[in-house]
């Protein structure tokens, strides 16, 4: 790694300090990078660290020679509009897509231009304990120790103390029913102050209307509490995947018809033939 590649590192380290609030809380949140690293990063006290650190944190903040660049596309606008509109009003919102139309690399994007933004990406495994935990990490917040009761506490009272907190459940068609309904009650010791904006597949809709239908205990509350509707993304269009190809630096528009036909609307398979072609030329 060059020199020159670590100070843009740095660069990017700093911006996303400012926006995080501390380099502890930074620190917690990449897991496997200590504060005291990231200290002597910044203070261009490079001797001693390894190289395996400066790839982690250079991971860590998307940075490098293949970075991929989100576009402007249908999608993303309205993905922006509603995750701001959530934040500044503190509305819970529920947005369904196609799997590969661009929900987690919007998410993550609006993340790391905006504070007080905690993404979760949600797994099958979570219980309401493991999801406190990653919640509280995100915030930079120590959870060791802690019982259930005082990791709500912590997290509620955390969110309550910040202006605009904002919190995206990405995938949450991954949740568990136990962990699921756990939202119930975060949004009842949250409402009129954090945003939420859960995200998930059109699997997510079904499950809850179907829970709905069989008079499941938590699900009418639930969609109750999103507004009554589940704003649906639109499919990928040409147009979409040329302006991916464009802010990418591919530009050629046999390469791009080629790639939007083999692709399917699918924005994860664009990213591996964008590189697959740029790795052809």
Not at 7 to 21: M, N
Not at 101 to 123: D, P
Not at 203 to 219: F, S, T, V
Request: glycine fraction near 6%; hydrophobic fraction near 40%.
């Amino acid at each position: 790694m060059t020199h020159t590649d670590k100070l843009a590192i740095v660069e990017h380290l700093d911006q996303y300090i400012t926006q995080k609030g501390s380099q502890n809380k930074v620190a917690i949140e990449m897991k496997t990078v200590s504060a005291a690293t990231l200290s002597q990063m910044r203070n261009h006290n490079w001797e001693n660290i390894a190289e395996e650190m400066w790839r982690k944190v250079s991971a860590f903040l998307g940075i490098g020679t293949n970075e991929w660049k989100i576009a402007e596309t249908g999608n993303s606008q309205l993905l922006m509009k509603l995750f701001s509109e959530s934040q500044n009003f503190a509305l819970v919102l529920a947005v369904t897509g196609n799997a590969g139309s661009g929900k987690t690399a919007i998410a993550k994007k609006y993340e790391e231009e905006n504070k007080n933004v905690f993404r979760l990406s949600c797994n099958e495994y979570w219980d309401k304990k493991w999801f406190l935990r990653e919640l509280l990490s995100k915030m930079g917040k120590e959870t060791d120790g802690m019982t259930l009761p005082e990791m709500m506490h912590k997290a509620v009272t955390t969110l309550k103390s910040v202006s605009n907190p904002k919190i995206i459940l990405d995938e949450a068609d991954k949740l568990t029913d136990t962990v699921l309904l756990f939202f119930i009650t975060l949004y009842n010791e949250l409402e009129g102050h954090c945003g939420i904006t859960i995200m998930a597949t059109q699997y997510l809709e079904k499950r809850i209307r179907r829970g709905i239908a069989m008079q499941k205990k938590g699900y009418r509350e639930i969609y109750s509490r999103v507004g009554l509707r589940f704003i649906e993304l639109d499919q990928t269009t040409y147009a979409d995947i040329k302006a991916v190809c464009v802010a990418n630096s591919l530009t050629d528009e046999q390469a791009i018809r080629g790639i939007a036909k083999d692709a399917d609307g699918d924005l994860r398979r664009v990213k591996r033939l964008v590189f697959a072609n740029k790795r052809a030329s």
